[in-house]
């Protein structure tokens, strides 16, 4: 049963579970308003109640965990790193003593005894800045990236979780590929009209910007990517359609499955129109994007190896006009790890 089709009372009932999730939401008792939030959501993937989405509260609520876990390992770094600070300094101030008691009898041993005390001093100091800077956003980094795999639906864990491994030098800021722009000119063929990057990655998040061939009263269209690709007819695809539908196959020739599809609401099929398409790739999972908004999780467990992608058009029969094209710009890929 879908969205559209739930009962009255059903929709009573998760008006209420979300009123409740709000509630504890509000008190900042977070873990409660997680639980309800993901019962309204696992019901009903698009509920909302007075303008706001369930799942967008989820998210949040997600982050906000995980920003006070983050907190908490911060706060026994900083206290061990001060207990450690505080122990050198009672030994720096006791060789100080030790040197000033003798400063009449060695006083040229005891202004080079100070100038490297002060030296090493400012050296401790240093290290102590640089490590408590980097563990911090290491731990930064683990603790959202460890959201994103709990959460796949939180968008903004998936974007911190990208921006904190990079400023944890844990991956690149660089992308792998692009960004590029391009057309994929429709021909009378049975392929698909596609363009390969020439990558080999499991992980990774793919981006671009899809301009429509032609408006959706004209003829039918689709556009998207394949990934995890190891030649032939051995990858991933996931395609948007003129329909306002996406579809995820698997594909191992000669085995064709259709794993997962469903509708878009926020799908522009106007001529002259375009969609920005994101996909996070992480291991099991691929979190899929719309212009910005989360619109499923999507299963990969069945292939958990490298491969290439491709930016995709015409993945089905009659979805094309010989003599058009469809138009890309930022293309991008970049490494996860």
């Known amino acids: 049963m879908t969205s559209k089709e739930k009962s009255p009372e059903n929709n009573q009932e998760l008006e209420k579970l979300f009123t409740e999730a709000v509630s504890a939401y509000k008190k900042r008792d977070f873990h409660q308003a997680r ?5 309204v959501v696992s019901q009903d993937p698009f509920f909302a109640y007075e303008n706001r989405r369930a799942s967008d509260l989820l998210a949040d609520v997600e982050f906000q965990l ?9 706060s026994r770094i900083l206290g061990w790193a001060t207990i450690f600070l505080g122990g050198c300094t009672i030994m720096l101030s006791i ?23 002060a030296a090493q001093t400012g050296l ?7 490590v408590t800077a980097v563990s911090l956003r290491a731990e930064s980094a683990q603790a959202t990236m460890t959201t994103m795999r709990q959460n796949p639906g939180s968008a903004q864990a998936t974007i911190q979780a990208y921006e904190n491994l990079a400023s944890a030098g844990r ?10 722009s391009g ?14 990057a020439g990558v080999n990655l499991k992980n990774l998040i793919i981006q671009a910007r899809f301009f429509n061939p032609y408006g959706s009263d004209e003829n039918a269209f689709d556009y998207g990517f394949f990934f995890r690709d ?24 000669p085995n064709w499955n259709q794993i997962e599809k469903g509708s878009l609401k926020n799908f522009d099929t106007s001529a002259g129109g375009s969609n920005l398409l994101k996909l996070v790739v992480l291991d099991d999972r691929a979190l899929f994007y719309i212009n910005d908004q989360f619109i499923y ?5 069945n292939k958990l190896i490298a491969g290439d992608v491709f930016i995709v058009t015409a993945s089905y029969e009659g979805h094309e006009i010989i003599g058009s094209s469809t138009d890309y710009e930022d293309f991008t890929i970049w490494p996860l790890p």
């Open 124 to 130: 401790l100091h240093s290290a102590y800045t640089t």
């Open 297 to 301: 999780t999507l299963p990969t467990q």
């Open 35 to 39: 639980e309800l939030f993901k019962l």
């Open 95 to 117: 060789l100080f003593v030790i040197a000033a008691l003798n400063a009449n009898k060695l006083q040229a041993a005891s202004a080079t005894s100070n100038a490297t005390m």
């Open 66 to 74: 995980a920003e006070k876990s983050s907190t908490r390992r911060k």
């Open 230 to 253: 190891t030649g032939g007819d051995q990858q991933y695809r996931l395609a948007v359609t003129s329909e306002s539908t996406w579809i995820f196959d698997f594909v191992e020739d």
């Open 171 to 180: 991956l690149s800021n660089q992308p792998v590929f692009g960004p590029i």
């Open 183 to 196: 057309e994929l000119i429709h021909t009378d063929s049975n392929f698909v009209i596609s363009e390969g």
